[in-house]
């Protein structure tokens, strides 16, 4: 390459860069903030003022929300009771409310009663209320009615207690209502495993435990959103308020969710922090919203107090794969195998553009399979296509990995092993460098069919029909061998070569530069590190020559200060021309070939190269 | 016949050559020098992150290195077959 030709292949790349720099001020890039519109938990409300002492009340179904095909747990949340004396006149005092869950009218069977409750110096007249807050659940067949009870004691107090509009003083009072689950109306569900972290809360916040909640869901039936929807995990109290976590986040979310299976499992290692709600009933909530964010289902886990739980407690930088290990794919068929992880990488100042991918560890490379995220923490699904997976190396342990060039953290996933399933392998063994393969027969039934090998026609003794077909099997088995033979030395003399120096230089350096993303300089060379954590070069200016020492950025983003705010115009700027000047990478690769093709093309015709150019 | 023992012991004499230097290769950490410089390379690129698109920098320079290996390897086995046809 002579002089001239790489000052042309320099302007050339400084035209397209002046050419793309016109352009950038029109790009920009938004990062839309994401919400999802909160609903209240489904809570049975009772709120009849007529009917007591063991009348039945029939009114409408009370239960309206099921978290499973052909059970349900149901949470009796909160109650309103009117009460007040019979002969007009208010009545201050205390009395105690306990409710039951019964599966007959007369209550001789209790599956669940709340705490007792007590209420003091109630009001007057209709202002006479007071809440119930069962604290165990019950489950409850569809189609099967069942019956609500709440007794009011009075013990505590010698004054009679009514019932507005009732008559007479109770002490015990028997109050039905028929719970009557309808039947589902969606097979979805979510539950939760966890496995460790069960210690208890001390003091205002919880133990900063690890967690690994294993989610298992099921959005099939109704609940799976469309293409450009979103499921969002989050945690709600049994109020239904929204549990934000860490100044307002859900605990994670999905962006587009195009690929992710309507049916999995995953595993939530980030943690959270849900202070403040060790002993009050929390549920795990899994909303799925449109492509313009309206809710189409939220289903619920069962409840779980905080000090039963895990505690969430929330940190940046996380990959994980949850799911089965090791996975088996089924080759040739065709559908897809997604593989679902969690991540947070929130910590992360160019996550937006960063890629997730699917990483060989055993030969510590990237496959051709990623993800790249639209939100910093929420479930990746990486599809592995069978119809390219074709020389994939199997049972090899893989991960998922941020592709990071550049100083900022690595984050790598746990490992987990990707096998073909049994009847692939044997597939395979049998169609490796087989004839066979092409006929996708062995020797012996391409030689014959079987009415051939079984007849029994002789002709002086010799059976001229067998004894062709064996001709014609060791026929196909030679000619079989012969191409396994041929493709064996084939294979060695290709894939052994791979470990041969110096043909092994390519790889040894392309694995070189992969494992330098994730290698630590040594301590004695780490002078030449000169980037600060933000990739920025850093010049201290001495204060001889500028009054106060201090230290500027040479070069890198904190040279412009407004720079690290992502809504200003300016990181908006830099992000545009960013996007941008990968085209011109690309353009300059092109370039490059084209001059280097008229080289070439000099060389063997023997040409000077000026004829060319 | 002469000249088939001369090519045989050429091919004999790069294949011993080739390999004595491949060990002596291996026996060196080499690698984790190269990989040391590597990551000083990205140490020393990290500052234009903030405005150029560095992985698909990288990418296209992989490519250019890809080809240009590509090439050379295509003229050395056709040097290699001029001497043998010879």
Not at chain 2, 44 to 64: K, M, R
Request: overall charge negative; proline content about 3%.
């Amino acid at each position: 390459m002579t002089t001239i030709k790489i000052i042309k292949i320099c302007s050339s790349i400084g035209s397209l860069v002046g050419l793309f720099l016109l352009f950038f001020l029109l790009s920009g890039q938004q990062v839309k903030a994401e919400e999802t519109t909160a609903i209240v938990v489904v809570q049975p409300h009772f709120n009849d003022n007529y009917s007591y002492n063991g009348q039945l009340y029939t009114g409408t179904s009370l239960i309206n929300s099921f978290t499973s095909a052909t059970t349900t747990t149901v949470y009796l949340t909160r109650m309103e009771a009117v009460f007040s004396d019979g002969a007009g006149s208010d009545v201050a005092g205390t009395y105690t409310v306990t409710g039951s869950i019964c599966a007959d009218s007369v209550c001789s069977t209790v599956l669940a009663t709340s705490n007792s409750t007590d209420f003091a110096n109630y009001g007057t007249g209709f202002a006479n209320w007071g809440a119930v807050t069962l604290d165990k659940s019950v489950e409850l067949l569809p189609n099967v009615t069942y019956y609500y009870r709440y007794t009011l004691n009075t013990a505590s107090y010698n004054n009679y207690i009514y019932l507005r509009g009732g008559a007479g003083y109770i002490t015990a009072f028997g109050y039905f209502y028929s719970l009557t689950p309808p039947t589902p109306a969606t097979m979805d569900y979510i539950n939760y495993n966890y496995s460790q972290g069960q210690a208890n809360i001390t003091g205002a916040y919880p133990n900063l435990d690890p967690l690994n909640w294993s989610i298992h869901y099921n959005v099939c039936d109704t609940g799976y959103p469309p293409s450009g929807g979103n499921i969002t995990f989050s945690l709600e109290d049994v109020d239904g308020y929204d549990l934000t976590v860490n100044g307002g986040q859900k605990l994670f979310s999905t962006g587009f969710i195009g690929a992710m299976p309507c049916q999995g499992d995953i595993v939530y290692t980030g943690k959270a922090d849900i202070g403040g709600y060790g002993t009050s009933m929390v549920f795990l909530v899994m909303t799925t919203t449109d492509n313009e964010n309206t809710v189409i289902q939220k289903i619920y886990s069962d409840g779980f107090t905080a000090h039963q739980s895990p505690h969430i407690i929330y940190s940046n930088g996380n990959i994980h794969y949850g799911g089965k290990n090791p996975l088996n794919i089924n080759v040739g068929v065709a559908t897809s195998t997604p593989i679902s992880f969690d991540y947070n990488i929130c910590n992360q100042e160019n996550w937006a553009s960063s890629t997730l991918w699917l990483y060989n560890s055993t030969t510590n490379k990237n496959t051709i399979y990623s993800f790249t995220p639209t939100v910093c923490s929420g479930i990746g699904v990486i599809d592995m296509t069978n119809e390219i997976s074709l020389g994939f190396n199997y049972n090899a342990v893989y991960q998922i990995r941020l592709e990071d060039l550049v100083l900022e953290t690595q984050i790598i996933s746990n490992g987990f092993v990707i096998n073909m399933s049994s009847q692939d392998i044997k597939e395979q063994e049998l169609n490796r460098a087989s004839l066979m393969s092409i006929f996708g027969k062995s020797p012996h039934d391409l030689a014959c069919t079987n009415t051939e090998w079984s007849t029994s026609d002789n002709a002086f003794g010799i059976n001229m029909v067998k004894m062709g077909c064996n001709i014609k099997e060791a026929f196909w088995s030679t000619a079989d061998t012969g191409i396994r033979a041929v493709y064996t030395i084939f294979e060695v003399a290709t894939l052994g070569l791979r470990y041969v120096f110096p043909f092994n230089l390519p790889i040894k350096i392309s694995d070189a530069w992969d494992k330098s993303a994730i290698t630590e300089m040594p301590s004695d060379v780490a002078f030449l590190n000169q980037a600060d954590s933000n990739g920025d070069f850093n010049l201290d200016m001495p204060s001889s020559l500028f009054g106060a020492s201090s230290t500027r950025v040479l070069i890198g983003k904190g040279m412009l200060p407004t720079a690290n705010d992502p809504n200003s115009k300016l990181s908006k700027i830099l992000l545009g021309f960013k996007g941008l000047s990968k085209y011109v990478n690309w353009g300059a690769l092109a370039l490059g070939i084209w001059l280097t093709g008229q080289a070439v093309l000099s060389d063997l015709n023997g040409k000077k190269e000026e004829e060319y150019i | 016949m002469t000249n088939f023992l001369k090519n045989l012991g050429i091919v004999g004499l790069i294949t011993l050559g080739l390999t004595t230097f491949g060990m002596v290769i291996n026996a060196i950490p080499i690698w984790d020098w190269i990989t040391n410089i590597f990551v000083i390379l990205r140490n020393l690129i990290s500052p234009i992150g903030a405005f150029w698109d560095l992985p698909s920098l990288l990418d296209a320079i992989g490519w250019g290195i890809k080809i240009f290996v590509a090439y050379y390897t295509f003229l050395a086995t056709i040097t290699i077959y001029r001497v043998f046809a010879k």
